[in-house]
């Protein structure tokens, strides 16, 4: 038994150290995060409902309880991974390439592929940001503790923020829709029958994040949601 454990256990090194492995590591956790993104989104538009929806979605959420706590943690695992693997990643292709092409051609990239690397972080810190603006109140001189409806229409009242808000969700996008792509070629879904189509939903999937992120700070900026 300690054979085969110890054996399971060399097998998941090798496969952490490999490429292909950090590969599918980012694709799982991209897969969870894109899960949570949309989810997350999804709650979040209740905004358009009311006080009472939204405040109510949050309520529920907080009567997890220790599920909750389950799910923060899982969550942060998954996005710890996601980063750990991108800059792994990154350094293993500038170690094989260490002299910058004297002129580059972009033409089988997209802006988001070549974007990746400095969507990532600035995301990053945006949801440092957005954790202290709307979960613990921090970064909110008007926060409210228990009325989330208020503390979004506040917050977004803020030209400024809503503006940083409306750009990281837009980089959001940008990254959500090269980042579904690679997904998909990192766990073998790709042929060239149905490639287009992959293409087709990771952008629609980009898009949709992208302007129901967007819609809820410019609602507010246009007196929409009061």
Same mark, same amino acid.
């Given at each position: 038994m300690s054979t085969l454990v110890a054996g399971g256990q060399k097998r998941t090194a090798i496969l952490y150290q490999s490429?292909?492995?950090?590969?599918?590591? /980012?694709?799982?956790t991209g897969f969870v995060l894109c899960g949570f993104v949309a989810g997350h989104m999804v709650g979040n538009l209740q905004l358009f409902a009311g006080p009472e929806k939204l405040n109510h979605y949050a309520e529920l959420l907080q009567s997890l309880g220790g599920a909750l706590w389950a799910i923060r943690g899982a969550l942060l695992l998954a996005v710890g991974l996601h980063i750990a693997m991108a800059l792994q990643l990154t350094k293993l292709k500038w170690e094989a390439r260490p002299t910058a092409y004297v002129k580059k051609a972009s033409i089988a990239s997209s802006y988001a592929s070549? $974007? /990746?690397?400095?969507?990532g972080p600035i995301i990053g810190a945006f949801l440092i940001y957005h954790l202290?603006?709307?979960t613990t109140g921090q970064a909110?001189?008007?926060?409210?503790?228990g009325d989330v409806y208020r503390n979004v229409v506040t917050g977004f009242q803020n030209p400024a923020v809503a503006l940083f808000y409306m750009v990281a969700n837009i980089l959001l996008a940008i990254h959500l829709y090269h980042g579904v792509w690679s997904m998909f070629q990192s766990l073998g879904v790709a042929h060239p029958?149905? $490639?287009? /189509?992959?293409? $087709?939903?990771?952008?629609?999937?980009g898009y949709v994040i992208g302007i129901g992120n967007v819609s809820m700070p410019l609602a507010v900026l246009a007196g929409l949601v009061k």
């Open positions: 490429v292909i492995g950090k590969k599918i590591i /980012m694709a799982v070549r $974007t /990746m690397i400095w969507s202290l603006h709307f909110h001189p008007e926060f409210v503790r029958r149905y $490639t287009p /189509m992959l293409k $087709t939903v990771a952008k629609g999937y």
